[in-house]
């Protein structure tokens, strides 16, 4: 695919939803022999640099059905009605919470995107763009009735990005921003380590941290599935 060029051809992309793990620390974490980036680079020197700890790449450009990784074949599956709309960079995909729109990974189907352990270190990143603002799940794995799942990000109170992490351990972290505006793009990442420590950034600037109780990290296996947008088996809102 186009994507997956080399720099002098491609130029440089700006990606809608990325996710990296620690692979060294997560050994069952195995990549598609035929996704390897081995001789080719995405021509965005911040995912050339991530090399092999980068485990998913959605780029959203899909106006309807599934929604391809570029990286480890942890395809999403739409639920309801998610359409294709213009995105930051080239298409995005739209979630209306009232639809309950959103697009998931089954539980028995991850792969290195349900890595769970001692150790791991995770980095989430997505361009976001709301219409309206109120309590919207945004990414990661949301239990059926609410509960704490190995991470989550959200949109909530006061208009706030969270982050909450659940360890093996049953530790927990999390953090939140200041109140976004709705009406424009927004880049959001946020880092997690080893050490329990999970660092907030909202376009480029620091927005929140947090640490686990104990000071250890790790994540907590996952019961439900991944999830882009509203849950698949539970509508945050």
């Known amino acids: 695919p186009a994507v997956r060029q080399r720099?002098?051809?491609l130029a440089p992309v700006r990606l809608e939803s990325v996710l990296g793990m620690?692979?060294?620390?997560?050994?069952t974490a195995v990549r598609h022999a035929a996704r390897e980036l081995s001789g080719t680079v995405f021509g965005n020197p911040v995912l050339d640099t991530l090399g092999a700890h980068l485990v998913s790449c959605w780029k959203l450009e899909e106006d309807t059905g599934t929604r391809i990784d570029a990286i480890s074949g942890e395809d999403l599956s739409p639920h309801n009605a998610p359409t294709g709309v213009p995105g930051k960079d080239g298409q995005a995909s739209r979630f209306s919470n009232a639809e309950a729109d959103g697009l998931y990974r089954e539980r028995d189907d991850l792969g290195p995107l349900g890595i769970y352990g001692e150790g791991i270190e995770l980095t989430f990143s997505t361009w976001l763009?709301?219409?309206?603002?109120?309590?919207?799940s945004i990414a990661g794995f949301i239990d059926d009735?609410?509960?704490m799942e190995p991470w989550s990000v959200s949109l909530g109170y006061q208009n706030r990005i969270y982050v909450n992490i659940?360890?093996?351990?049953?530790d927990y972290a999390n953090c939140q921003s200041g109140?976004?505006?709705a009406g424009t793009w927004h880049h959001v990442l946020f880092t997690y380590d080893a050490g329990g420590h999970v660092r907030l950034y909202i376009d480029g600037t620091l927005a929140g941290t947090g640490s686990t109780y104990s000071g250890s990290g790790g994540l907590a296996q996952p019961w439900s599935p991944f999830?882009?947008?509203c849950g698949w088996i539970y509508d945050y809102e």
């Open 166 to 170: 659940a360890t093996h351990d049953w």
């Open 129 to 136: 763009y709301v219409d309206t603002l109120g309590y919207r």
């Open 145 to 147: 009735m609410g509960g």
């Open 179 to 181: 109140g976004i505006s």
């Open 227 to 229: 999830t882009l947008g």
């Open 22 to 27: 620690d692979l060294f620390r997560a050994t």
């Open 7 to 9: 720099t002098a051809i």
